[in-house]
């Protein structure tokens, strides 16, 4: 089973700064077959990249995704008061389990 | 607009069985994989199972494995999780969720305690 480990464990950030989150596989991960989701106290995860890089639909630009193999990122290039969540990433696809992350808390600085 | 209504949650007490439900509304049901997906308090996501559009295919999480069962009714649009041998570890919100992750319901939590 592929696990996913996330870095760091909590941001602490300001608006109008840049965020950088780490998602790491223990082994290779189809680019097709990663993604990213946001979670609000309350709220159920909302996608935002699948594939590795595609924004899911009404994502704004400011959400990022890059990486291949193991590495993977997700990147907020200028973060918004609303950006401020528990972000997971995902191995989905074809086969299971379709593990999650343990997750980044991004908070306010 | 899509929609995911879940229902069926509660308390439970160990050992003891529950059916979820969830409602499919704003797409058509009967070409869509399905999955559930979980979340214990405080804790993070937990894929539990799949189903294939026809309900041919269907995959479970080593945890889950012998207990849950996932099926789907697509004259109903329903996808329903019937949860058997309830343990305080399966304490959590569940999320009926599309294939592709795209669309999820808003949860319904099932608490496992005498």
């Known amino acids: 089973e592929i696990v996913l480990t996330q870095s760091p464990g909590t941001l602490s950030l300001s608006p109008g700064e840049r965020a950088t989150l780490s998602c790491r596989a223990s082994q290779t991960v189809s680019s097709s077959y990663l993604a990213w989701y946001q979670q609000k106290p309350g709220q159920a995860p909302r996608l935002l990249i699948y594939g590795a890089s595609s924004r899911a639909t009404g994502i704004p630009d400011r959400f990022s995704g890059s990486g291949s193999g193991t590495d993977f990122t997700l990147t907020i290039s200028r973060l918004e008061p609303e950006d401020f969540a528990v972000y997971y990433c995902q191995r989905c696809g074809s086969s299971p389990p379709y593990t999650f992350g343990q997750g980044t808390k991004l908070e306010i600085k | 607009e899509v929609q995911l209504v879940e229902s069926g949650g509660g308390l439970v007490q160990p050992r003891g069985s529950l059916r979820l439900s969830c409602a499919a509304s704003?797409?058509?049901?009967?070409?869509?994989?399905m999955n559930w997906v979980r979340q214990a308090p405080g804790k993070g996501l937990e894929w539990v199972s799949y189903?294939?559009?026809?309900?041919?295919?269907?995959y479970y999480a080593d945890s889950v494995k012998g207990r849950f069962t996932i099926s789907r009714d697509n004259a109903k649009s329903s996808l329903y999780l019937q949860m058997n041998s309830l343990r305080a570890e399966d304490t959590a919100v569940y999320y009926c969720?599309?294939?592709?992750?795209?669309?999820w319901g808003q949860g319904t939590l099932v608490t496992v305690s005498s």
């Open positions: 969720v599309t294939g592709y992750f795209d669309y």
């Open positions: 704003g797409f058509t049901f009967s070409t869509y994989e």
């Open positions: 189903i294939s559009s026809s309900g041919s295919t269907i």
